[in-house]
């Protein structure tokens, strides 16, 4: 049995009033929700932003001209420079797609890809950040040590005279391992090469400057951080944004349109085809706000430290294989992935397990990350991932629970 530790200071354990999710309960008991890399649970004021659209903002965006249209529009741009300053950027080099996915997508099309172009990632990305390059050009991917971190220092050889692009998770959504994304950036840089980086993971959990980071793509998902499904953030340097062809046409994207021609807007207005989610960018403004209003260094360090006491717990226990866990814990968020020898469960069986006996809820299987688990001979993981509500007596919880699953 993991020894209980010594009383700790939890300074964001206000959140958890913040997050009605957490008071559902199964079978009568309270719900240790430990699933955020999947999909956060949303904080009341982001609840009440999109309830407000609803109520109070019903009405399209850029294009009408009554009182109502007028407090949408700016409603909708305010959530850009809200999201644009919270990264560092202009709000013309924001763009609001469905989420990171289709993000990656629109600068994939975009840069009118050749088969035999070469896109340089890690081989542990997620689906979302390899399928779009697979099916347009060619991957040409990192190694992994065995336990399953990128020989990310490889970098520089890997790069060719067909690389078109190097792509790379910010954080990734197995190890939850904070990439050297500097390092990429400058190798990229000494060939006149853009770098895009996967910021579905890291977007909440630590401080991004895109000037910082000068890279010349960015993506996230408003799901993951605390705010709406079906919203995501393009961050584009507005030179890129300009180079790239037109991801969708339809209303909204075109300044005119005539028998004979038709004129795209400026962007980042010409990506935005069709009616946008409103109350999305809206409620996603929400939960920026909501995460900044705590910082974002306190986020981080919360972060840090959920994930140092949950890899160390881990390692204590007999039969758990954690995927890359040679990797320093202080270059961890508070998410680890791992497998556990327990005859007759797999991994998601282990996942149902923790929710339907012991009330916490995980993820198990694959991860969108397939070619990670099959190079590490792994039929899926199971993976913890926490937010800034959740606690060191939470991770206690769960890790009983694993110890008592492995002793089976």
């Not at 300074?11 to 997050?19: C, S, V």
Request: proline share 5%; hydrophobic share 40%.
């Amino acid at each position: 049995m993991t020894a209980t530790a010594p009383t700790r200071t939890e300074p964001l354990i206000h959140t958890r009033a913040d997050f009605p999710l957490l008071g559902h309960e199964i079978d009568g008991h309270p719900i240790v929700y430990l699933d955020s890399a999947s999909t956060s649970p949303k904080p009341q004021c982001v609840i009440d932003a999109v309830t407000r659209v609803y109520r109070d903002l019903t009405a399209n965006v850029h294009r009408g001209v009554h009182a109502l249209a007028d407090e949408a529009t700016a409603a909708y741009e305010s959530a850009r420079r809200e999201i644009a300053s919270f990264l560092n950027a202009s709000p013309a080099e924001i763009v609001f797609t469905r989420n990171a996915t289709e993000g990656i997508n629109l600068v994939a099309h975009g840069l009118g890809l050749k088969p035999d172009d070469e896109i340089v990632l890690p081989a542990l990305e997620h689906h979302a950040n390899f399928l779009p390059w697979r099916i347009r050009a060619r991957p040409v991917t990192i190694g992994l040590t065995e336990d399953g971190l990128p020989h990310y220092g490889d970098v520089e050889a890997a790069l060719s005279s067909r690389t078109r692009l190097l792509a790379l998770a910010h954080v990734s959504n197995t190890t939850g391992v904070v990439a050297p994304v500097e390092r990429w950036v400058a190798a990229a840089r000494s060939r006149g090469l853009p770098v895009l980086i996967d910021a579905a993971q890291s977007s909440s959990h630590l401080p991004i400057d895109v000037r910082a980071l000068d890279c010349d793509f960015l993506v996230l998902s408003g799901h993951k951080m605390l705010g709406p499904s079906g919203i995501g953030v393009l961050y584009g340097k507005r030179e890129r944004l300009e180079e790239l062809d037109v991801y969708q046409t339809g209303g909204g994207m075109v300044r005119y349109h005539g028998d004979d021609r038709f004129e795209v807007q400026d962007v980042p207005l010409r990506f935005e085809a069709g009616t946008p989610n409103i109350e999305g960018a809206i409620g996603l403004a929400a939960a920026v706000d909501y995460l900044r209003s705590l910082g974002m260094e306190a986020v981080h360090e919360h972060s840090q430290e959920l994930g140092r006491h949950l890899v160390e717990g881990l390692r204590a226990i007999r039969g758990v294989r954690i995927v890359a866990d040679s990797a320093p814990l202080e270059d961890r968020i508070g998410l680890a992935a791992f497998g556990l020898e327990a005859p007759g469960l797999s991994e998601e069986s282990v996942a149902r397990l923790l929710c339907d006996r012991y009330h916490v809820l995980v993820s198990g299987g694959y991860h969108c990350a397939h070619i990670l688990h099959h190079r590490l001979n792994l039929q899926g993981s199971v993976r913890v991932s926490t937010h800034v509500f959740n606690t060191h007596e939470e991770i206690d919880v769960v890790l009983s629970a694993l110890e008592e699953i492995a002793r089976w």
